[in-house]
């Protein structure tokens, strides 16, 4: 019954899902901004958002996968910031 629904309801829950990194990459971008972020999490949720992609590719779901590239490069953003951040404080 909901089944012809599910790629909208899809699209919607990627698009809203990816589009809540955008305040961290923002809040990260400026230089030692991201003292109240966590390695841990953020390699942890980079990692798990990159093997939803690789679930997404390998069952042919191009919804999972695109709302995955999505969230993986923007956590990478905002983990590349922290490294960065962190390298500058000599951590």
Known sequence: MLDPLAPYIGGIAAFLASLSYVPQVRKAWP?????????????????????????????????????N????????????CKVRDLKSRGR
Do not use: E, K, P
Request: charged fraction near 10%.
């Open 31 to 67: 230089r030692g901004s991201t003292d109240d972020l966590s390695l841990i999490m953020l390699g942890t949720l980079t990692l798990g958002l990159a093997l939803w992609t690789i679930y997404g590719s390998i069952r042919g779901d191009w919804m999972i996968m695109a709302a």
């Open 69 to 80: 590239v999505v969230g993986t490069t923007l956590a990478a953003i905002v983990l590349g």
